[in-house]
Antibody, heavy 118, light 112 residues
């Protein structure tokens, strides 16, 4: 059974850092691209990044580029989102997602809440 | 950035009746491979989104056949032939052709 489980969400002050993890089971991350999508409280969905299984194909949405870094650890069958210089507007539930084509994801994690507040 | 405009944003429906949601993109969504990456997702309160439709008209695994997707170019539609109680929630269209991939604002479906 395919499963994605996020962890690492927390309350952090503006300017702080956080590292989110996404552990995959039921498939290997080397088979797929993986992505991160966020949803601010009561708002819609926003793609922020994706990464290839090799780690060589990566992209970021403009508002997080230079602050967030995505990576993959094939040995742990997991991928990560390192978030630096966090802003209040980064407050959201962060979902990891994947599928045969990450650009139309059919596997989603349950989400992890990141709250940026002083 | 490609903007996805959904309408209506709120859709009260009667059980057993049909429902339709429109999604319009500001650019064409045909990718270099010839595929059109337009998907539809359903999100219930407190849950993760679930993919219903991919590449305009393909139903995802386990999705009832009362859901159908169609359209081309910049105009797309999700139809529910007979709404059931479990269909309430927010529906999002999403384009996966032009980065950043973008979602519509969502259409909230509720039972009258």
């Amino acid at each position: 059974q395919v499963q994605l489980v996020e962890s690492g969400g927390d309350l952090v002050k503006p300017g702080g850092s956080l590292r989110l993890s996404c552990a995959a089971s039921g498939f290997t991350v080397t088979d797929y691209y993986m992505g991160w999508i966020r949803q601010a409280p009561g708002k819609g969905l926003e793609w922020i990044s994706y990464i290839s299984y090799s780690g060589h194909d990566i992209n970021y949405e403009d508002s997080v580029r230079g602050r967030f870094t995505v990576s993959v650890d094939n040995a742990k069958n997991s991928f990560y989102l390192q978030m630096n210089s966090l802003r209040v507007e980064d407050t959201a539930i962060y979902y990891c997602a994947s599928g045969d084509q990450v650009r139309e994801p059919d596997f989603w994690g349950q989400g992890t809440l990141v709250t940026v507040s002083s | 950035e490609v903007v996805m405009t959904q309408s209506p944003l709120s859709l009260p429906v009667t059980l057993g009746q049909a429902a339709s949601i429109s999604c319009r993109s500001t650019q064409g969504l045909v990718y270099e491979t010839g595929k059109t990456f337009l998907s539809w997702f359903h999100q219930r309160p407190g849950q993760s989104p679930r993919r219903l439709i991919y590449q305009v008209s393909n139903r995802a695994s386990g999705v009832p056949d009362r859901f159908s997707g169609g359209g081309s170019g910049t105009d797309f539609t999700l139809k529910i032939s007979r709404v059931e109680a479990e269909d309430v929630g927010v529906y999002y269209c999403m384009q996966g052709t032009h980065w950043p991939w973008t979602f519509g604002r969502g259409t909230k479906v509720e039972i009258k």
